[in-house]
């Protein structure tokens, strides 16, 4: 697993190593000595420029203030794989240390960190406390991939010599779970939310409702997640999150700097939510609960003011457990609701969600209302095409970009991929990274464009294993998209990068895809 070095070698040549494809021609000598700096999302840039920093029993890691959060986070992320003790203190690093430090250039902005590895010290540098963590992602990426064992493993733990300066291209780099087609319990929520956080990713979509089940407790209305939440597709018991269980995945969100935008999918994709209460069908009728995979027959009464009762309960209550500014109000495949009236309704639950304070996310079927100031409008139908999402930036909207060929994580990787679909076709690794965001649609611009997001529905997925497969490594080629500048992303170079976080997930026991594009390493045996 280890680099052999020598001591100096020209800047040149190690940045040549560092970065990898520029290797692939470089001179043989260097082929002999690799050097393990393998990261994605690549960062803005990488030096590699001295002598790697040993952890060892008298590391140090030291923070003050709003750094000691994520000093902690580190210190317990790296103590049960090295055994080492890694105590948090508040002194100022001393040599031997790792140190994260607060105040950093603003220029770093939100989300952005410098990072320095020498000998004697590791030093993370930040605006802001979410740049700190970014940084820990990219120093636990330095690190030997048995680092992400939850058992002791030898090392040694070796952090190369690197500086890294890096910040995100888009603010919103997201992965959306649908736990309304099946549902996954907290832990499983939090394992996706991991996932997520490695690569850097900073808002995590939870799609709560959908015609097989309702995820979400409301007082107000508590047949919701009765009835509403007593199956899943194909009949299983499904679930759903009392708020104690919601708040818990938002804070634990928080501590990885990601934000949780919850999506109540309406006026279609309701039936859980009209099985609970008749008064919510036109026709005063409750149908069955659904356990199917059909989509598009079922929509609230738009001409009851009961319906923009229940719209204005639920989503006040969905707002006060939301810490974030957005609410996504679903809108997709309403099919049974006519032009006129949808567009009418698009605008009211626009004001409802303003009324709560936020902002309102949409499926790109909400831009054929007009839009609020502040809605942001997510382009997914490849088979539709952009024509909606054109409109958005016409009213001054900004654009969430998940197109279903590209970032659809429920698409079959190819024909033998046992789950998943192809409505928009197969999306192996190439194709959900070689794209742009700025120009994948005509007349949507980078400054039109808030970022990039990776849905993953659940229709034919049961389990976390499931869930692990169809995700990675697809989303750590959507998160580098979203994250990294184009003039630092090439296929063949981020092939290798990619190849070296196996291991990663293997330490990780994430049973992730092992798509023929990439040319993964042997696997590795983990001390057990
Ligand atoms: C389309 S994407 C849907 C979902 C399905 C998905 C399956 C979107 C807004 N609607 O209801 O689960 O396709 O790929």
Same mark, same amino acid.
């Given at each position: 697993?280890?680099?052999?070095? /020598?001591?100096?070698?020209?800047?040149?040549?190690?940045?040549?190593?560092?970065?990898?494809?520029?290797?692939?021609? *470089?001179?043989?000598?260097?082929?002999?000595?690799?050097?393990?700096?393998?990261?994605?999302?690549?960062?803005?840039? @990488?030096?590699?420029?001295?002598?790697?920093?040993?952890?060892?029993?008298?590391?140090?890691? !030291?923070?003050?203030?709003?750094?000691?959060? %994520?000093?902690?986070?580190?210190?317990?992320?790296?103590?049960?794989?090295?055994?080492?003790?890694?105590?948090?203190?508040?002194?100022?690093?001393?040599?031997?240390?790792?140190?994260?430090?607060?105040?950093?250039?603003?220029?770093?902005?939100?989300?952005?960190?410098?990072?320095?590895?020498?000998?004697?010290?590791?030093?993370?540098?930040?605006?802001?406390?979410?740049?700190?963590?970014?940084?820990?992602?990219?120093?636990?990426?330095?690190?030997?991939?048995?680092?992400?064992?939850?058992?002791?493993?030898?090392?040694?733990?070796?952090?190369?010599?690197?500086?890294?300066?890096?910040?995100?291209?888009?603010?919103?780099?997201?992965?959306?779970? #649908?736990?309304?087609?099946?549902?996954?319990?907290?832990?499983?929520?939090?394992?996706?939310?991991?996932?997520?956080?490695?690569?850097?990713?900073?808002?995590?979509?939870?799609?709560?409702?959908?015609?097989?089940? $309702?995820?979400?407790?409301?007082?107000?209305?508590?047949?919701?997640?009765?009835?509403?939440?007593?199956?899943?597709?194909?009949?299983?018991?499904?679930?759903?999150? =009392?708020?104690?269980?919601?708040?818990?995945? %938002?804070?634990?969100?928080?501590?990885?700097?990601?934000? %949780?935008?919850?999506?109540?999918?309406?006026?279609?994709?309701?039936?859980?939510?009209?099985? !609970?209460?008749?008064?919510?069908?036109?026709?005063?009728?409750?149908?069955?609960?659904?356990?199917?995979?059909?989509?598009?027959?079922?929509?609230?009464?738009?001409?009851?003011?009961?319906?923009?009762?229940?719209?204005?309960?639920?989503?006040?209550?969905?707002?006060?457990?939301?810490?974030?500014?957005?609410?996504?109000?679903?809108?997709?495949?309403?099919? /049974?609701?006519?032009?006129?009236?949808?567009?009418?309704?698009?605008?009211?639950?626009?004001?409802? @969600?303003?009324?709560? *304070?936020?902002?309102?996310?949409? $499926?790109?079927? &909400?831009?054929?209302?007009? &839009?609020?100031?502040?809605?942001?409008?997510?382009? $997914?139908?490849?088979?539709?095409?952009?024509?909606?999402?054109?409109?958005? %930036?016409?009213?001054?909207?900004?654009?969430?970009?998940?197109?279903?060929?590209?970032?659809?994580?429920?698409?079959?990787?190819?024909?033998?991929?046992?789950?998943?679909?192809?409505?928009? *076709?197969?999306?192996?690794?190439?194709?959900?990274?070689?794209?742009?965001?700025?120009?994948? @649609?005509?007349?949507?611009?980078?400054? #039109?464009?808030?970022? @990039?997001?990776?849905?993953?529905?659940?229709?034919?997925?049961?389990?976390?294993?499931?869930?692990?497969? +169809?995700?990675? =490594?697809? &989303?750590?080629?959507?998160?580098?998209?979203?994250?990294?500048?184009?003039?630092?992303?090439?296929?063949? #170079?981020?092939?290798?990068?990619?190849?070296?976080?196996?291991?990663?997930?293997?330490? +990780?026991?994430?049973?992730?895809?092992?798509?023929?594009?990439?040319?993964?390493?042997?696997?590795?045996?983990?001390?057990?």
């Amino acid at each position: 697993m280890h680099a052999r070095r /020598t001591r100096r070698r020209p800047a040149a040549a190690l940045a040549c190593a560092a970065l990898l494809a520029a290797c692939a021609s *470089g001179p043989a000598e260097e082929k002999e000595r690799p050097i393990d700096v393998h990261l994605v999302p690549q960062p803005v840039s @990488v030096t590699a420029d001295g002598e790697p920093f040993v952890l060892d029993d008298s590391t140090q890691v !030291s923070a003050a203030g709003d750094a000691v959060p %994520v000093a902690v986070y580190l210190a317990e992320s790296l103590r049960p794989s090295t055994g080492l003790p890694l105590p948090v203190s508040a002194e100022p690093a001393t040599s031997g240390a790792i140190s994260l430090r607060l105040g950093g250039d603003a220029d770093l902005g939100a989300e952005g960190y410098q990072l320095d590895v020498t000998a004697e010290s590791v030093d993370l540098r930040a605006h802001e406390p979410a740049g700190l963590f970014r940084a820990v992602q990219t120093l636990r990426q330095l690190l030997p991939a048995t680092v992400e064992s939850d058992t002791p493993q030898p090392g040694p733990w070796e952090v190369p010599g690197v500086s890294v300066a890096d910040r995100p291209r888009f603010a919103w780099r997201g992965a959306m779970l #649908d736990v309304a087609r099946h549902f996954f319990s907290v832990e499983e929520v939090k394992r996706f939310i991991d996932l997520a956080a490695l690569y850097k990713v900073n808002v995590v979509h939870l799609h709560l409702t959908d015609d097989q089940g $309702w995820r979400i407790a409301v007082e107000s209305w508590p047949e919701l997640t009765g009835i509403g939440a007593s199956t899943e597709v194909g009949g299983g018991r499904g679930g759903f999150y =009392p708020k104690a269980d919601y708040n818990d995945i %938002v804070e634990y969100a928080a501590t990885r700097y990601i934000t %949780v935008v919850p999506e109540i999918d309406v006026p279609g994709h309701t039936n859980a939510a009209l099985a !609970s209460y008749p008064e919510l069908n036109c026709d005063d009728r409750a149908p069955e609960p659904f356990a199917g995979t059909r989509v598009g027959f079922s929509a609230l009464c738009l001409d009851k003011p009961v319906s923009y009762e229940f719209l204005e309960d639920v989503f006040g209550e969905l707002a006060a457990m939301t810490p974030g500014q957005f609410l996504h109000v679903g809108g997709d495949e309403a099919r /049974t609701i006519a032009d006129e009236e949808y567009a009418a309704f698009a605008v009211r639950i626009q004001k409802i @969600v303003a009324a709560t *304070g936020k902002s309102a996310v949409g $499926w790109q079927e &909400l831009a054929t209302g007009a &839009l609020e100031p502040g809605s942001v409008v997510q382009y $997914w139908n490849t088979d539709e095409g952009p024509a909606q999402v054109v409109e958005a %930036v016409r009213q001054g909207a900004q654009v969430l970009l998940s197109p279903a060929d590209r970032t659809y994580l429920d698409m079959k990787y190819d024909a033998q991929t046992p789950l998943g679909y192809d409505w928009a *076709g197969y999306v192996d690794v190439r194709d959900a990274y070689d794209w742009n965001p700025a120009t994948l @649609v005509d007349g949507v611009t980078e400054a #039109d464009v808030v970022g @990039v997001e990776a849905p993953l529905w659940t229709e034919t997925l049961a389990d976390i294993d499931d869930v692990e497969f +169809m995700t990675i =490594p697809r &989303l750590s080629a959507i998160a580098e998209v979203a994250w990294s500048p184009t003039d630092r992303r090439e296929w063949e #170079d981020f092939r290798l990068r990619l190849a070296a976080q196996a291991p990663r997930w293997e330490a +990780m026991a994430v049973g992730f895809h092992r798509s023929p594009q990439i040319p993964w390493p042997p696997t590795v045996q983990m001390q057990p």
